[in-house]
């Protein structure tokens, strides 16, 4: 139901674009004017913190809606960074409005989605207050199913648990070895 509710709004959506490795799709403090649509590759929310330290908020794959609260701001309050090659969906802030107020079916399935993602958000929070690199990455891995990314994208589960790259490395060394 969730992935026919996403493709239901690709339909809607007025644009495709291509985004490369390292680009943006927007910075924090842009005017939201779109909803994005990820079709494929890999887009993350980054937050900065004042101390010079960021938090990925959102890893945005396979159709998956990107930074959906915003919708309902001004402003982007984090950036969205291409991790792989992707192309997106963008379908403008003012039609998906038009489509909510519209169809009670709509903005049903949306608010599902809602719902959805703050059961996600939920469980993220509590993978955050576990204590150890260990009990944090097995929480990770319990919620993605067991699977690690590929090495390269190991950095990005690092800020997804909060601790550093090198603990996560030394902790996936250590299961190596056991």
């Known amino acids: 139901m ?4 996403i493709k239901q709004l690709i339909a809607k959506a007025d644009k495709r674009r291509m985004l490369d490795r390292g680009s943006y ?4 403090n842009d005017p939201v004017t779109s909803v994005y649509i990820v079709e494929e590759g ?4 980054t937050r900065h913190q004042q101390e010079g330290t960021s938090i990925v908020l959102q890893r945005a794959t396979c159709l998956t809606i990107l930074a959906e ?3 309902y701001s001004k402003v982007y309050h984090c950036d969205a960074v291409v991790i792989l090659p992707s192309s997106v969906f963008e379908l403008p802030k003012v039609a998906f409005q038009k489509l909510f107020r519209e169809d009670e079916t709509f903005a049903y399935l949306w608010a599902a989605h ?14 955050l207050t576990r204590k150890t690199v260990a009990k944090r990455l097995n929480g990770w891995l319990d919620w993605r199913g067991g699977k690690l990314p590929s090495k390269g994208q190991w950095k990005s589960i690092a800020a997804q648990i909060g ?13 190596r070895s056991e």
Do not use: G, M, N, T
């Open 69 to 71: 609260a915003s919708l």
């Open 25 to 28: 799709l927007f910075h924090q």
């Open 2 to 5: 969730q992935k026919d509710f």
């Open 114 to 127: 809602l719902a959805r993602e703050v059961q996600s958000a939920r469980l993220r929070s509590e993978i």
């Open 163 to 175: 601790v550093s790259p090198e603990a996560l490395y030394r902790e996936l060394a250590k299961r």
């Open 42 to 45: 890999l887009v993350e929310l």
